[in-house]
């Protein structure tokens, strides 16, 4: 065993080395942290500090339990238990299930699917409608975040309002459906996940009996990813511990990026704090990245206490940050990009486009699937395999093929619409529903990237679209791999594109907080720590509907600025340009330029504007603005309609984001009612 600590470093070697708690490792990004874990613990058991029958090894997740357990396999120190959180509270309660008290025979814990049908039933029940997937899934995880807090029922309004949570479902909804399922379960005779880490709590810390067995089979606990350990499972910690401190803790506080779920990572920073015998021991040598990667990752998420990561491998390019004209420029530089890198020897596999929200998927996606790269999408569906896009393009395509001849664009406008895709009125929170929201807007966009989109028939559109979908369809093992930041955590690729590195997206306009800036930060942190090899930031000047970004001011913090040649125009000016035009420049700040009234209602903030100042905003905005203002006008003197009955001034604004080019859609934008003539001159607007 001595010649196997042979080969860590010396930084790993000192955590390994304490076989006995109470040990904190932090580890950094790509410096061998399971490597070190499995090492120790291996250690620990071959000189005799640690039983293996008696060693605990406690995971987030499935994959990682079992990677671990692999690996301690391998060193000889199998017999050591190698669990998630849940799977130990489902181990207490099963052996302990008598002391209970409850009637049926052994625990009986809700399937995936079981959980999902009951969770669909209680809803349907206490909302006396037919509940979507939306809210069945913003539901169950509002209550899992409330339940990893240990927030109950009751205190779950006040708990929700101080954590200023955005859920897609109103809070008496998830109140009344909480306790309808709470009671349905206890008469079905059933327990979930969450009641797992509370029943096994509660047996351990209210009977002797349970608690010294518990504590004698598991007397040596090592915890994976501590930063991410909530509540809930911290108390399921505390209880097997009881008064002993065998414990090592592992985690990064700087890749701390699940508080939204319930994570608290003051357990991890705050150890030695409650450990005041704790052995500290930082892992700083990353045996991932170039050192110019790492002077990028070293100036983001600057945690207190974290020492700088070290490189250890060969110099490599300077990371780059690249302006692109807009965002499907931006997909397809990225895909061109990513073309040179493959035939100069990079595996496809070895590639990965990181983004901050799902709904970035889909431009990518199609990027890659013109330039005829294969991609894969981790951990998640491809974008026209997703149940909310198949919901739109199934009945899209029906209808196209039986009316070839009729306008794309505005079919499946249409077909959006029947679904309840109102693109100036996204659904409030930030959960499933908005998520849905989302997806149907990167859809239309899609479609109305195209240069042709306002001009070809539905039947060519439909050849369009089923030709990105067939190349995006399927299972892939071999491909660019496109992800999210958060499930790009864990992963690595010798070339990673991180995109749309906007205001509003890194960080999200939703961190309104000092900690979830901060933890916005940590965000990027992670994605910068994926790449090995070369490092690309994009950002584009405008959106998918002309409207102005600006840059992350998180790049502030890096060390250069490079823009695409492409991109040239925009460069120097960008900034002042974004923060001196009126109609955009209060998007990412939620605060009308001209009357510093704060921005109310989507529309408006996306325009950056408010509707009583929207005629006098510069640009194409207020030029619209003010023409159709006249045509309104003009519409009152013929009919003597006053003007704010046939359009009030939150439909203007509405019509401005929209850009409506057809009677139909116009007049099927609240708050219009102008008769089809004056429609139609509004239209036209849309159309020059």
Not at 290 to 295: C, E, G, K, P, W
């Amino acid at each position: 065993m001595a010649d196997l600590l042979d080969d860590l470093d010396a930084e790993q070697q000192g955590a390994a080395l304490a076989s006995t708690g109470p040990v904190c490792i932090v580890a950094g990004a790509g410096t061998g942290k399971t490597r070190t874990v499995t090492y120790r613990l291996a250690h620990a058991i071959a000189t005799g500090a640690v039983e293996a029958r008696r060693a605990l090894a406690i995971t987030h997740s499935r994959k990682a339990a079992t990677e671990l357990s692999e690996r301690l396999d391998r060193l000889g120190v199998g017999t050591a238990d190698a669990r998630t959180f849940h799977a130990a509270g489902l181990r207490v309660a099963r052996q302990f299930w008598a002391h209970t008290g409850r009637p049926e025979p052994s625990p009986s814990v809700l399937s995936d699917g079981e959980a999902w049908r009951l969770w669909r039933d209680t809803l349907r029940a206490v909302t006396h409608t037919e509940p979507d997937n939306a809210m069945v899934r913003d539901t169950m995880a509002e209550v899992g975040w409330a339940r990893s807090r240990l927030v109950d029922a009751d205190g779950y309004p006040a708990a929700a309002e101080l954590a200023d949570r955005h859920p897609g479902v109103d809070v008496p909804t998830v109140v009344r459906g909480w306790d309808r399922h709470t009671t349905t379960k206890a008469r079905l005779g059933k327990v979930d996940f969450a009641d797992l880490l509370d029943i096994a709590s509660d047996l351990i810390m209210s009977d002797g009996e349970v608690a010294g067995a518990v504590r004698w089979r598991w007397s040596h606990v090592t915890v994976d990813e501590y930063q991410d350990t909530d509540p809930a499972q911290q108390r399921l910690l505390d209880a097997i511990l009881g008064d002993g401190q065998d414990i090592c803790v592992v985690g990064d506080p700087r890749q701390a990026i699940y508080s939204w779920k319930g994570a608290e990572p003051s357990y991890l920073t705050g150890f030695a704090t409650r450990y005041p015998t704790a052995r500290v021991f930082d892992l700083t040598r990353n045996y991932r990245s170039s050192s110019q990667i790492l002077d990028w990752a070293n100036r983001l998420a600057r945690q207190r206490g974290s020492r700088p990561l070290v490189a250890t491998r060969p110099n490599g390019p300077v990371p780059k940050v690249t302006q692109l004209d807009s965002e499907s420029g931006e997909a397809t530089w990225v895909a061109g990009a990513a073309r040179q890198a493959i035939a100069t020897g990079t595996p496809r596999s070895e590639i990965a486009v990181l983004y901050r929200f799902n709904a970035t998927q889909a431009r990518f996606e199609a990027a890659f699937a013109r330039a005829g790269i294969v991609t894969v999408v981790a951990d998640d569906t491809p974008f026209f395999e997703r149940n909310e896009i198949r919901s739109i393009l199934v009945p899209f395509g029906q209808t196209a093929r039986a009316q070839p001849d009729r306008a794309g664009l505005e079919l499946i406008t249409s077909m959006l619409a029947r679904a309840g895709f109102d693109r100036g009125s996204p659904p409030d929170g930030l959960g499933a529903a908005r998520a849905r929201w989302e997806n149907q807007q990167a859809l239309l966009e899609l479609v109305e990237a195209s240069p042709r989109a306002r001009h070809i028939d539905a039947g060519t559109l439909l050849a369009e679209i089923n030709g990105l979908a067939t190349k995006t369809h399927g299972p892939r093992d071999d491909g660019v791999t496109l992800a999210t930041l958060h499930r790009a955590k864990g992963l690595e690729w010798e070339v990673v594109f991180v995109v749309g590195v906007t205001d509003g997206a890194i960080p999200s306009t939703y961190a309104s907080t000092t900690q979830e800036r901060a933890e916005e930060e940590r965000l990027l942190h992670v994605g910068v720590t994926r790449a090995r090899r070369e490092l690309h930031l994009t950002w584009p000047s405008t959106n998918a509907r002309g409207w102005t970004n600006r840059p992350s001011p998180l790049l502030d913090l890096l060390p250069t600025r490079r823009t695409h040649p492409k991109a040239q125009r925009h460069g120097a000016t960008a900034r002042k340009r974004s923060s001196t035009t009126s109609a955009g420049a209060g998007a990412s700040s939620g605060i009308c330029p001209h009357c510093t009234d704060p921005l109310k209602g989507s529309a408006a903030r996306r325009l950056g504007v408010c509707p009583d100042c929207v005629n006098s905003a510069p640009g194409t905005t207020g030029t619209r603005a003010r023409a159709i203002t006249e045509i309104v006008t003009n519409a009152s003197s013929a009919t003597g309609i006053p003007v704010d009955q046939l359009m009030s001034r939150t439909a203007l604004v509405r019509l401005l984001d929209r850009r409506p080019t057809t009677v139909a859609l116009v007049t099927a934008t609240a708050g219009v009612s102008l008769p089809e003539r004056w429609a139609h001159a509004v239209a036209d607007i849309f159309n020059e």
